[in-house]
């Protein structure tokens, strides 16, 4: 919340493992609720990016800080324990060139890189005594939520264009679903998937729009139900909303996933 309230770029990685406590060193995706709802005090939000392979781990480092840089606000790239052991092939992205002074005096007018006389000194600070001033700043940062909200939620959808039935997962677990939904289909039953790839801001609209037209939607985590909450409160008409997880760092199999959504929906 310091990070957030004092608007300076960050990228955190939190590669999650089974919880609560000192849990376990295996994969689980419990920390959402932490990442999307806020760890610490106060009206604030972070951008939460998921990724669902090795590549886009290694390609949300770059967008995580493109991001945190256009809007001043620090980004959270919510892996999880599998993609964060897995092997793959990875093209890494070319190295970036580090900015001069006079690049970072021009693009970032509001860093503290020792003042000129040509400028007012730059005070970075989340201290703010004066509640009505304390409040302008408040507002400032919704005004930059809303901007968010409005510009940059990524998610990736497939099959939905005939789907009954819409499973909604983010990172490993949406690989895994992938395949679920591919040996739903073999059955026939016609399953899309919609994968969030910005948690936060969460693909509100997407949902909204593709909910219309299911008869159920299915989502998948490694938790309790985190993301079923903002699934539900996405929906502009009532459907059918369940949840499948495993908890404590064990990793359900597609055969699970598919199992889960015939009996939940009774087909």
Not at 207 to 214: A, C, D, E, G, Q
């Amino acid at each position: 919340s310091y990070i957030a309230a004092g608007e300076l770029p960050a990228l955190i990685i939190n590669c999650m493992r089974g919880g609560p406590g000192l849990g376990t060193i295996q994969p689980s995706q419990s920390d959402y609720f932490q990442a999307t709802k806020g760890g610490g005090h106060g009206d604030y939000h972070l951008i939460v990016l998921a990724p669902a392979s090795v590549q886009e781990m290694a390609d949300f480092v770059g967008l995580g800080f493109d991001l945190a840089y256009k809007y001043r606000n620090p980004v959270m790239m919510l892996a999880d324990g599998v993609v964060g052991q897995m092997m793959e092939r990875v093209k890494l992205p070319a190295p970036r060139p580090r900015r001069t002074d006079e690049e970072i005096a021009r693009e970032c007018p509001w860093a503290v890189t020792g003042c000129p006389e040509s400028r007012k000194p730059n005070i970075m600070t989340t201290l703010e005594l004066v509640p009505q001033e304390m409040e302008k700043h408040n507002l400032h940062l919704q005004e930059k939520y809303r901007r968010i909200e409005e510009f940059e939620p990524r998610w990736e959808e497939h099959e939905t264009e005939d789907a009954e039935y819409l499973i909604v997962a983010f990172g490993c677990v949406a690989r895994i679903c992938q395949k679920a939904m591919e040996d739903a289909r073999a059955q026939g039953i016609k399953v899309g998937l919609l994968r969030p790839i910005t948690l936060w801001p969460f693909p509100s609209e997407a949902i909204k729009r593709l909910s219309k037209r299911m008869k159920g939607i299915l989502v998948v985590e490694l938790n309790a139900g985190q993301m079923i909450e903002d699934v539900r409160l996405s929906l502009e008409e009532p459907r059918p909303v369940h949840h499948f997880g495993r908890m404590g760092g064990i990793v359900m199999d597609p055969d699970e996933v598919l199992v889960a959504l015939k009996e939940k929906f009774e087909l």
